[in-house]
């Protein structure tokens, strides 16, 4: 079983930065497909941004230019660099593992408010 944590959630100001790290367990996390959902009140749970095991990446419209994710295969971890922050950007921010099966963090929330 691969087990998936998230951090680096919190509260920040319109127009801040905060940067989401997740890890998952297992000894072939590079070749584990990563992404970041996000899910608001009352909204479905919608993509925000994908890594790949050869590090390609894709973004939501809503998040082009302003986020960016990455993988350090060697650390198990991947990243997701959030900046100019918006207050529509506030939700619970999960990370997916994928490689056979796939595996959901518990989430982290993101509240950007002032």
């Known amino acids: 079983q691969v087990q998936v944590v998230e951090s680096g959630g919190g509260l920040v100001q319109p127009g801040g930065s905060l940067r989401l790290s997740c890890t998952a367990s297992g000894s072939i996390f590079s070749l584990y497909a990563m992404a970041w959902y996000r899910q608001a009140p009352g909204k479905q749970r919608e993509l925000v941004a994908s890594i790949n095991s050869g590090s390609s990446t894709s973004y939501a419209d809503s998040v082009k230019g302003r986020f960016t994710i990455s993988r350090d295969n060697a650390k198990k971890m991947v990243y997701l660099q959030m900046n100019s922050l918006k207050p529509e950007d506030t939700a619970v921010y999960y990370c997916?593992?994928?490689?056979?099966?796939?595996?959901w963090g518990q989430g982290t929330q993101v509240t950007v408010s002032s």
């Open positions: 997916k593992a994928t490689f056979m099966n796939t595996y």
